[in-house]
């Protein structure tokens, strides 16, 4: 069982609102990447999600990720020009664990950025949010809504 330390709970306003339509996107990417990991951008705008970006993982490994430079930085200037926020990366542990790995710490990139990792119990995939700072990480809550609310 894996162990998570008290400062890595959650605090009740590190939230990320994904739009239900977005979750079941991004886990539809997860399992047709297997027996990769799979990986991809979340990107919104005033704390909702508004579209799921999958990128192509250049490392093509069933334990690491990397995303396509090319693709990421075109998604990058989509965001600039629309005017939207990088809300989270997600990326998959087919065969876990449901938290960031040494390497996700050591390689985390955005510390303001949610990091949302896949994992699969069997065949039932789950999620969990972490933000990855200063070499630890915590866990965020993950809101699944119906649709946008403005």
Same mark, same amino acid.
């Given at each position: 069982?894996? %162990?998570?330390?008290?400062?890595? !709970?959650? +605090? ?21 990447? !297997?027996?990769? &990991? ?12 508004? %579209? ?5 993982? =250049? ?18 200037? %989509?965001?600039? %020009?629309?005017?939207?926020?990088? !809300? ?12 960031? +790995?040494?390497?996700?710490?050591? &390689? +985390? =990139?955005?510390?303001?950025?949610? +990091? ?22 915590? &866990? ?9 609310? !403005?």
């Amino acid at each position: 069982m894996v %162990e998570i330390k008290p400062s890595q !709970l959650p +605090s009740p306003n590190e939230t990320i609102s994904i739009l239900r339509q977005h979750w079941e996107q991004m886990l539809e990417h997860v399992i047709r990447q !297997l027996p990769l &990991e799979a990986c991809g951008l979340v990107a919104g705008q005033d704390g909702f999600s508004r %579209e799921v970006f999958p990128i192509a993982n =250049a490392l093509s490994s069933p334990v690491r990720f990397r995303m396509s430079p090319e693709q990421q930085i075109k998604v990058f200037l %989509e965001l600039d %020009e629309l005017g939207w926020d990088l !809300l989270g990366i997600y990326h998959s542990h087919p065969d876990g664990p449901p938290i960031p +790995s040494p390497t996700d710490i050591a &390689e +985390s =990139a955005y510390p303001d950025t949610v +990091s949302l990792i896949w994992s699969r119990f069997g065949s039932e995939w789950t999620c969990r949010g972490f933000v990855i700072q200063k070499g630890d990480f915590r &866990e965020v809550i993950i809101n699944i809504v119906p649709q946008k609310q !403005l």
